[in-house]
């Protein structure tokens, strides 16, 4: 396919009708790469939706089992990828190495968790109520229910993780397994990188025979409203920023079809240290959370953006220990020069604010992200001051010192939506706090005590989700095996003959799965006929 | 609480500050009832929100035994509405008194059923990921995952079910089983049933000691703006109109902080009949549907407004078989003026279509809804006219007669989202139906054979939802247990100490609930410090 390189991926056709031409740059450098990028057509936007529409009900009907096996053959690609690629990716993002290749692994196995989903069989949240025909004043039927994909969804990708929120990310795992083809917005930021990892998703659709359009993927700027309000397209999954993530939910909401957009956005991840473990370890605490903020050059959604303590000399000294962590920390290159311009805005915005100080900045280099610590005082939270509130994408924090637990209460009830919210304590000052936990449970999607919210597990417990502006729907989650709901409907199936039911309704239980069926969950079969009281 | 009559319900409080008097009807007569009900003002709407806003976290943490406990009680109490309740339902709804009994007794039930849901426990979805201290590179943590309430919640309910879809109805009842606070707009057109309804919820919230604020309600025309918009609202329930639905979901995505509606709006509940059927039972069928379309004058979301079959002699005559039982159907009385105002409009539409005939029409009488059946040519719904979309509330249908099933699939791939799809076929033509079907369960939230889409059972496996416009997420439904999850929000706690963690997911187990633990679904115990490989 090296042929049609920079071509978009219309299905299994790789496309160049456009004149505009884009191009990737080196992260490091900021120069152009020799590759050269074709912005997708209006034409070719449609035909991949086309496309989509047309292989969602083949792809749909497919057993969870045959989705599995195509899960796992892109899990498979992708392991399969080698050093060139790994090369290729640091180029685009300026990521390391083992970071690199711990992602690539984090997505195949991410693959692999939906598979393992598909298998399990859960995912159908099948629900059966068998007929009562004898019921007074009115026959009760037969009704039962699954969930099955919404239809085909586009996908936007995120800048700060190449691979596992991005062509073959959470989002697209996510979709796929739920029966929903994909077309995927490549991320300008890496679009080498997005290529090398569609190709590999094609070539395990082609090697599972999966339907034509199953997976397409278009390049370009701008090119992402013609596919939000294509009317072939039936939800939304982004991860970025929160005007990138308000643009998509209103094209979406105001179509003459709204479709659910589940966008993944902002969120300051606040850090609360209670008094006890301050006493006890705050030089570890310190060490460690500034490890935290500068990890990925603070390119995380999860980075510790606020960390907030009760005034004492313990928490004096605390904040002193950071802002010498901080100040150690060594300047490194973001993923690319956008992300380092935007960082430097919103540092600025802080330093130019009267009531915010620098405590810590680490060595300043050029073209590299500089690591900064600022501090806060409570009132500005409180007053509703947005500043503190907005994501700033980088290796930076803000301490707020609070006079008291009932400041800190307030400060946490001024804020707004979070993806993680966490929480340091000993034994007894935690067991203490059951209304403080209330409160962050309440803030957020993830809630961590003694622990950094940066590193996010992928696993069928995982929630990577909030209410607003965390995400767009706090009922979602864009990491771990949920994810899969929002890409799922509920359908019903009110008398049908057992034969023309799906497999995972019918009596005998062929996919041998635990169900529903009158108000208790089993994997039993149903007599055929069987007149069940409820 | 007599002596309040007409003031709202602001949580346990009875308040009138207001000057706009509004006047419930006799549904019959259309003269105003004595009753003067106080439209809230601002300031009681506010104090309802913020009453909610407090309740929300004693609600939401509460065991779902004790919420269950709530939902009986507010059973036990419809069950003990008397007949002057009913008579008054009927002077404002013009219902007749079965069908008031038995919604009073669907909607207890309907309670009954979330009561064993909280009970049963599924709801939390409960995963747990176990910790693995020794896992390289990076050890994994413990982390676990349930479901809470998203928040206080609005609900609007529907004129067409006073009780099942109003103030103790489907989502009122799945709000509070998940633990939100409700706040319910009372539906002008039954203002004194909705009060002693009310009263009802009240009464059960103090016999079970529920927090202030966990249930009010408002009434009055233009009030519903400020509550959606109200910042401690997190989530909507609707029945009702398009328009309605749709302004309401316009309101909640331009808040500051966009919450989820959920709003179920309009269906057409296409009815297929296919040749054998038609050359076996025709004229069984015609009696039946007829039957369904004039069903309740006609006042339900599942009404069968079009009906489409090939054409052929037998089609003719089951045409015609329609049009005499349509014809011998009595004029009856609509819930309100408005309604029956609307309905004539609808009719009127249709009717001033050139290519649009009138079949059949009932006796017609003053102030009463006449049964009519249209038809139109497949043509005008192929070239995109929205007539043949909209639905028109109250006894009518269309009849489109295709030239073949080609035709008829296109006709299906024309339409938009709905509620229902009715398929009705003998056996073997059923069985060469799995396309057809598929487009069906495409089309619609519940796809029924051989049945008739009004009669919405409320069971486990029921989805009352459907894709767009029928709702505004066809990932809900308002009816069955399935409606809980729309107002459930996943929460996920990592590295916390058993005693801090919900009931739902401590190592014991408590609440003996099924659990998804490190991929397997389980009611067994978690060992403390369990190292458990995956």
Same mark, same amino acid.
């Given at each position: 396919?090296?042929d049609?390189s920079g071509?978009n ?5 790789r496309?160049?009708n456009g004149?505009?031409i884009l191009k990737?740059?080196?992260a490091f450098t900021n120069?152009?790469?020799?590759s050269?990028f074709y912005?997708?057509?209006?034409d070719?936007?449609?035909?991949a939706?086309?496309l989509?529409?047309?292989a969602f ?11 599995a096996?195509?899960?796992n053959?892109?899990?498979?690609e992708?392991d ?8 290729? /990716? ?6 390391d190495?083992a970071?690199?290749?711990g992602e690539?692994?984090?997505?195949s196995?991410?693959?692999r968790?939906f ?8 995912f159908?949240?099948v629900r059966?109520?068998t ?7 009115v026959p009760k ?7 099955m994909?919404v239809?085909p969804?586009? /996908?936007?990708?995120?800048s700060n993780?190449p691979?596992?929120f991005?062509t073959a990310?959470g ?13 995927f917005?490549?991320h300008?930021?890496?679009?080498e990188?997005a290529?090398?990892v569609?190709?590999?998703i094609l070539?395990?659709?082609e090697q599972?025979s999966?339907p ?5 993927m ?7 409203e ?6 072939d397209?039936?939800? /939304?999954g982004?991860?970025g920023s ?8 209103d094209m979406?909401a $105001?179509?003459p079809?709204?479709i659910p /957009?589940?966008?993944?956005m902002s969120?300051i991840n ?9 006493a006890?370890?705050?030089?570890k605490?310190?060490?460690e959370?500034s490890d ?12 510790p953006?606020?960390?907030i303590?009760?005034s004492s000399p313990?928490f004096s000294?605390?904040i002193s220990k950071?802002?010498d962590?901080?100040s150690l ?8 020069s956008g992300?380092l311009?935007n960082?430097?805005k919103?540092c600025?915005?802080l &330093?130019?604010?009267?009531?915010i100080?620098?405590l810590?900045s ?6 590299k992200a500089?690591?900064y ?7 500005l939270?409180?007053?509703g ?5 907005e994501?700033?994408?980088? +290796?930076a924090?803000?301490v707020?010192?609070v006079n ?12 707004h939506?979070q993806?993680t919210a966490?929480?340091?304590?000993? &034994?007894e000052?935690?067991n ?7 409160i962050l &449970?309440?803030?957020?999607?993830r ?5 950094y919210?940066?590193?996010v597990?992928?696993c069928d ?5 909030g +209410?607003?502006?965390a995400?767009?729907d706090s009922r979602?989650?864009?990491?771990g ?10 359908i019903?199936?009110q008398?049908?003959p057992? $034969?023309?039911? +799906? ?5 005998n239980n062929?996919l ?5 069926v009158?108000?208790?969950k089993?994997?039993?079969l149903?007599?055929?006929n069987?007149?069940v009281a409820?």
């Amino acid at each position: 396919m090296s042929d049609y390189s920079g071509y978009n991926f219309v299905g299994n056709t790789r496309s160049a009708n456009g004149n505009v031409i884009l191009k990737s740059r080196n992260a490091f450098t900021n120069l152009e790469l020799p590759s050269s990028f074709y912005q997708a057509t209006n034409d070719e936007i449609d035909s991949a939706c086309q496309l989509a529409a047309s292989a969602f009900p083949i792809f749909n009907k497919l057993s969870a089992s045959r989705r599995a096996e195509f899960l796992n053959k892109i899990a498979d690609e992708l392991d399969g990828l080698s050093n060139d690629f790994f090369d290729l /990716v640091r180029q685009e993002t300026a990521l390391d190495e083992a970071r690199i290749k711990g992602e690539c692994g984090r997505t195949s196995n991410q693959m692999r968790l939906f598979a393992d989903l598909l298998i399990r069989g859960d995912f159908y949240d099948v629900r059966i109520d068998t007929a009562i025909p004898d019921r007074s004043p009115v026959p009760k039927v037969d009704i039962r229910q699954c969930r099955m994909g919404v239809g085909p969804v586009a /996908v936007f990708g995120a800048s700060n993780f190449p691979l596992a929120f991005s062509t073959a990310g959470g989002d697209t795992a996510s979709a796929l397994a739920a029966g929903c083809p994909v077309i995927f917005k490549a991320h300008s930021g890496h679009m080498e990188t997005a290529e090398k990892v569609a190709i590999a998703i094609l070539r395990a659709a082609e090697q599972t025979s999966m339907p034509d359009g199953v997976f397409s993927m278009i390049f370009g700027a701008g090119v992402g409203e013609r596919l939000v309000k294509h009317s072939d397209i039936k939800a /939304v999954g982004f991860t970025g920023s929160l005007s990138g993530g308000k643009a998509i939910s209103d094209m979406a909401a $105001s179509r003459p079809n709204p479709i659910p /957009v589940f966008a993944e956005m902002s969120s300051i991840n606040p850090v609360i240290l209670l008094p006890q473990a301050l006493a006890t370890r705050r030089h570890k605490i310190a060490t460690e959370l500034s490890d935290s903020i500068t990890l990925g050059v603070g390119q995380f959604c999860t980075n510790p953006g606020l960390i907030i303590g009760v005034s004492s000399p313990q928490f004096s000294d605390f904040i002193s220990k950071v802002t010498d962590e901080i100040s150690l920390k060594q300047s490194k290159t973001m993923l690319n020069s956008g992300a380092l311009a935007n960082y430097k805005k919103g540092c600025e915005k802080l &330093e130019n604010h009267p009531q915010i100080n620098m405590l810590a900045s680490s060595e300043s280099a050029d073209n590299k992200a500089t690591a900064y610590l600022y501090q806060a005082p409570a009132d500005l939270l409180l007053s509703g001051n947005e500043l503190l509130q907005e994501e700033i994408f980088g +290796p930076a924090s803000i301490v707020i010192e609070v006079n008291d637990m009932a400041q800190l209460t307030a400060c946490l009830n001024a804020m707004h939506g979070q993806l993680t919210a966490t929480l340091i304590g000993e &034994e007894e000052e935690l067991n203490d706090s059951v209304e403080l936990l209330s409160i962050l &449970e309440n803030l957020a999607g993830r809630v961590l005590i003694n622990g950094y919210p940066t590193g996010v597990e992928v696993c069928d417990a995982m929630v990577h989700g909030g +209410p607003f502006p965390a995400t767009s729907d706090s009922r979602g989650t864009s990491v771990g095996s949920l994810a899969i709901d929002r890409f799922l409907r509920p359908i019903c199936f009110q008398n049908y003959p057992d $034969s023309l039911l +799906p497999d995972a309704l019918k009596n005998n239980n062929p996919l041998g799965i635990l169900r529903l069926v009158n108000g208790v969950k089993t994997t039993s079969l149903i007599q055929n006929n069987l007149k069940v009281a409820r």
